[in-house]
């Protein structure tokens, strides 16, 4: 059996902590155990950057760091960005008492933790122990950098069939390899096997995946319940549940699952992340208020970190804010404004993740009464829109919304029209388009035509005839412009030919208006007119 200083020797270490007296203890340790090159970080951030730019063999991290990334964070980004190898170690240090604090880093598999306060013997006896284990599974392991599952699996039935004295690590590899390559009912199989001669957590939870994975879902969620039973603070387990809800259409149930999970293991920001959506579709805003706010602070420092989390917090805070200018709804725009003001700044060179913050500004302002304010953040919108190449069908609807929260229905109604003629609208945005279209009531339009018609009316009385007929033509594009604009309209086109002659165009379209007024009768205060206006029209017609 090789000696700790003979595997320690030629392996690249680093050593992180946030304390000086803490980090040269540890390198002194590990030089007096054999190690030949240690690397220190006093923080996550250097850490992650020097796993990112240097192949490390071993890492021994302090769970707690004063700043930027902790101990999990440096394994989810090591994890995440693949700096991290099968064969390589990873040791967390920790002297938190509480579970929930060392929950979120066991579920990202480091090899071993150390409690604070710690021996040299203490280190010597981990070291040894995880190496040894390291060693005897080199092939798997290597075979498991190169993502061969086909090795993997093959490597570790040799090594069962040899009589490994790690065969219960084997069995967990080979499991996890035999779901990877999709074959389910061996993995059923073995996982049966295991649990015959012994209940293992993660033998439960693979047992329960398989059942899952062959549409056997009654069954999985048995298992896991069991498992939960006995494990009560195995979260994937939960997480497990969740999938199954959500995929028998259980939303609500799914929720719940999580919100589980969370209070074992509050520190897991992708369950966080995942909650707060779940919550958000169930309409379930204190939850995902409160999932999404621990996600922007989990992730901040975290290669997760994402704009969804920001703007996804600011729209979950919506349902606190009213025109009332209550406490709630004080404390809940000036949270929504300050983290989108963050989003804008942390992501100011992606103009999408800008134009979405404006639309969710615009809307915060829109729901605190603040109407001018909203405005202009429609039309800041607006104009990051344009700018824009092939936007989303999604950006599209968020900005007819925004401009009918706005008041300006004739741009909603326009843009709507637009998204209607593609031709390659999702269902889900099919069913979003015809919830936007249904927001647009006929007293409101009635009101927006009249507030067009005054506009037209004002240029009219002035002799801006050219302005009179763009606001006319706004207002009568809604089928539900009254009989007074459809009339105020025929008399500016007329008044414009008469001014500048005849033109096929203003003629269509005031022929076009008299179709949708249709014939009056002698009754109606507005026959008169109706009469007279019809009269030029003819003879305008006489003209072309």
Same mark, same amino acid.
């Given at each position: 059996?090789?000696?700790?200083?003979?595997?320690?020797?030629?392996?690249?270490?680093?050593?992180?902590?946030?304390?000086?007296? +803490?980090?040269? +203890?540890?390198?002194?340790?590990?030089?007096?155990?054999?190690?030949?090159?240690?690397?220190?970080?006093?923080?996550?951030?250097?850490?992650?950057?020097?796993?990112?730019?240097?192949? =490390?063999?071993?890492?021994?991290?302090?769970?707690?760091?004063?700043?930027?990334?902790?101990?999990?964070?440096?394994?989810?980004?090591?994890?995440?960005? $693949?700096?991290?190898?099968?064969?390589?170690?990873?040791?967390?240090?920790?002297?938190?008492?509480?579970?929930?604090?060392?929950?979120?880093?066991?579920?990202?598999?480091? !090899?071993?933790?150390?409690? /604070?306060?710690?021996?040299? !013997?203490?280190?010597?006896?981990?070291?040894?122990?995880?190496?040894?284990?390291?060693?005897?599974?080199?092939?798997?392991?290597?075979?498991?950098?190169?993502?061969?599952?086909?090795?993997?699996?093959?490597?570790?039935?040799?090594?069962?069939?040899?009589?490994?004295?790690?065969?219960?690590?084997?069995?967990?590899?080979?499991?996890?390899?035999?779901?990877?390559?999709?074959?389910?009912? &061996?993995? #059923?199989?073995?996982? !049966?096997?295991?649990?015959?001669?012994?209940?293992?957590?993660?033998?439960?939870?693979?047992?329960?995946?398989?059942?899952?994975?062959?549409?056997? %879902?009654?069954?999985?969620?048995?298992?896991?319940?069991?498992?939960?039973?006995?494990?009560?603070?195995?979260?994937?387990?939960?997480?497990?549940?969740?999938?199954?809800?959500?995929?028998?259409?259980?939303?609500?149930?799914?929720?719940? =699952?999580?919100?589980?999970?969370?209070?074992?293991?509050? /520190?897991?920001?992708?369950?966080?992340?995942?909650?707060?959506?779940?919550?958000?579709?169930?309409?379930?805003?204190?939850?995902? &208020?409160?999932?999404?706010?621990?996600?922007?602070?989990?992730?901040?420092?975290?290669?997760?970190?994402?704009? /969804?989390?920001?703007?996804?917090?600011?729209?979950?805070?919506?349902?606190?804010?009213?025109? *009332?200018?209550?406490? !709630?709804?004080? $404390?809940?725009?000036?949270?929504? #404004?300050?983290?989108?003001?963050? @989003?804008?700044?942390?992501?100011?060179?992606?103009?999408?993740?800008?134009?979405?913050?404006?639309?969710?500004?615009?809307?915060?302002?829109?729901?605190?009464?603040?109407?001018?304010? +909203?405005?202009?953040?429609?039309?800041?919108?607006?104009?990051?829109?344009?700018?824009?190449?092939?936007?989303?069908?999604?950006?599209?609807?968020?900005?007819?919304?925004?401009?009918?929260? %706005?008041?300006?229905?004739?741009?909603?109604?326009?843009?709507?029209?637009?998204?209607?003629? *593609?031709?390659?609208?999702?269902?889900?945005?099919?069913?979003?388009?015809?919830?936007?279209?249904?927001?647009?009531?006929?007293?409101?339009?009635?009101?927006?035509?009249?507030?067009?018609?005054?506009?037209?009316?004002?240029?009219?009385?002035?002799?801006?005839?050219?302005?009179?007929?763009?606001?006319?033509?706004?207002?009568?594009?809604?089928?539900?412009?009254?009989?007074?604009?459809?009339?105020? @309209?025929?008399?500016?086109?007329?008044?414009?030919?008469?001014?500048?002659?005849?033109?096929?165009?203003?003629?269509?379209?005031? /022929?076009?208006?008299?179709?949708?007024?249709?014939?009056?009768?002698? %009754?109606?205060?507005?026959?008169?007119?109706?009469?007279?206006?019809?009269?030029?029209?003819?003879?305008?017609?006489?003209?072309?």
């Amino acid at each position: 059996m090789l000696s700790l200083d003979a595997m320690l020797a030629g392996k690249r270490i680093l050593a992180v902590d946030d304390l000086v007296e +803490a980090r040269s +203890a540890l390198k002194k340790m590990l030089t007096i155990l054999g190690a030949t090159e240690v690397d220190v970080a006093r923080d996550g951030d250097e850490a992650t950057q020097r796993i990112l730019n240097i192949d =490390y063999d071993i890492v021994i991290s302090d769970y707690n760091l004063d700043k930027g990334r902790d101990g999990q964070q440096i394994l989810e980004e090591a994890r995440f960005t $693949d700096r991290l190898k099968a064969t390589s170690t990873y040791i967390i240090l920790t002297g938190e008492n509480a579970m929930d604090m060392v929950m979120g880093a066991l579920e990202y598999e480091p !090899d071993d933790y150390i409690t /604070k306060p710690f021996t040299i !013997d203490v280190v010597r006896k981990r070291l040894e122990r995880v190496l040894l284990i390291k060693e005897e599974l080199k092939d798997i392991n290597e075979a498991q950098d190169r993502h061969d599952t086909n090795e993997v699996v093959r490597l570790c039935k040799i090594a069962l069939a040899n009589g490994s004295r790690l065969k219960l690590k084997i069995l967990r590899i080979l499991g996890r390899a035999l779901l990877k390559q999709k074959a389910y009912e &061996e993995a #059923l199989k073995l996982y !049966d096997s295991i649990l015959a001669e012994r209940e293992i957590n993660w033998a439960m939870l693979g047992r329960a995946v398989a059942l899952q994975q062959l549409e056997r %879902s009654d069954e999985a969620t048995a298992q896991l319940l069991h498992t939960i039973k006995v494990h009560p603070r195995y979260v994937q387990c939960y997480d497990t549940l969740s999938r199954i809800e959500i995929k028998n259409q259980n939303p609500k149930a799914a929720q719940q =699952y999580l919100e589980e999970a969370v209070k074992v293991s509050p /520190k897991a920001v992708l369950r966080q992340m995942e909650l707060g959506k779940l919550a958000y579709h169930n309409q379930d805003f204190p939850v995902a &208020e409160s999932a999404f706010r621990s996600a922007i602070r989990l992730a901040r420092y975290s290669c997760y970190k994402s704009v /969804k989390n920001y703007l996804s917090f600011a729209k979950s805070l919506q349902y606190k804010l009213s025109e *009332r200018n209550n406490r !709630d709804s004080r $404390d809940g725009s000036t949270e929504a #404004l300050k983290v989108l003001d963050e @989003a804008k700044i942390a992501y100011r060179d992606n103009p999408e993740y800008v134009f979405e913050a404006t639309l969710i500004e615009s809307t915060t302002f829109n729901n605190i009464g603040k109407k001018a304010d +909203a405005l202009n953040c429609a039309n800041k919108a607006e104009k990051i829109l344009a700018g824009m190449q092939n936007p989303a069908v999604t950006h599209l609807l968020g900005m007819a919304e925004v401009f009918l929260n %706005s008041g300006q229905h004739a741009k909603a109604t326009k843009l709507l029209g637009e998204i209607q003629q *593609r031709d390659d609208l999702s269902r889900s945005e099919e069913r979003e388009l015809n919830r936007v279209k249904s927001e647009i009531s006929e007293m409101a339009i009635r009101q927006y035509t009249t507030e067009l018609n005054d506009k037209a009316i004002y240029h009219y009385e002035r002799g801006q005839l050219s302005e009179a007929i763009g606001y006319f033509d706004d207002a009568v594009a809604y089928k539900e412009a009254g009989m007074s604009v459809l009339l105020n @309209a025929i008399q500016a086109k007329i008044s414009y030919m008469e001014n500048r002659g005849v033109d096929k165009k203003q003629i269509d379209d005031c /022929k076009k208006l008299f179709e949708r007024l249709g014939v009056l009768h002698e %009754s109606e205060e507005r026959y008169q007119r109706w009469v007279l206006l019809k009269n030029s029209y003819q003879r305008l017609v006489r003209l072309l």
